[in-house]
């Protein structure tokens, strides 16, 4: 019997991405900070996201289980309308921006993917929702960094946008020393609700 590689799973969760607009918004906003915190690891704009199930590391084979029933919800959910607001730490060592808008639509559409994961007899151990945009993380020694940059986000007032898509996400995590990339794996678009 051949053993498991590591490749034989993927690192998965699903999630909303704030369209090109709404993210260039925020990253004329962040300019001044990426230059004076240049040692933070900065997430790529590309991979921003809004995280509302993290499912871990699932075996390949597992995750077409999730397509059909996420195609689904997508279909009978009307988008939300979300913006892109202030700004804060988690622990000092995760900067992020926070959500406004439909903040009652996010968390009932959470609890909906998070519900339709277990049916799909996958296993879910989830935090509760905290809706957030993770921006960067420290670097050792550079907590610092990370509530300043917190402190100069408070102010930040993004436009408002409906949501395209529901996205289900790989990552490359723990795949080298290299910088953390996302790639969809698919994305389905919301309906006109019910």
């Not at 689904?72 to 959500?99: K, M, Q, S």
């Not at 402190?151 to 529901?166: D, V």
Request: glycine share 12%.
């Amino acid at each position: 019997m051949k053993h498991q590689t590591h490749s034989a799973t993927v690192r998965v969760f699903i999630a909303l991405a704030p369209p090109d607009d709404a993210k260039e918004e925020l990253e004329r906003e962040l300019l001044p900070a990426y230059e004076a915190y240049p040692r933070m690891r900065w997430n790529r704009i590309e991979d921003w996201h809004i995280t509302l199930a993290f499912l871990g590391e699932l075996p390949v084979a597992t995750v077409p289980r999730l397509r059909g029933p996420l195609c689904g919800l997508a279909a009978i959910r009307r988008p939300l309308r979300l913006a892109l607001r202030g700004g804060g730490h988690f622990d000092e060592r995760v900067l992020w921006t926070g959500i406004d808008g439909d903040l009652e639509g996010l968390h009932l559409l959470a609890s909906e993917v998070r519900s339709l994961v277990k049916e799909c007899g996958i296993p879910y151990e989830g935090r509760p929702l905290r809706p957030h945009l993770t921006l960067a993380r420290a670097r050792r020694g550079g907590t610092a960094d990370v509530v300043e940059a917190a402190g100069g986000l408070t102010s930040f007032s993004g436009r408002s946008w409906p949501t395209g898509r529901l996205h289900l996400v790989g990552s490359n995590i723990g795949r080298g020393p290299g910088p953390i990339h996302y790639r969809d794996i698919e994305s389905w678009a919301f309906g006109a609700g019910n």
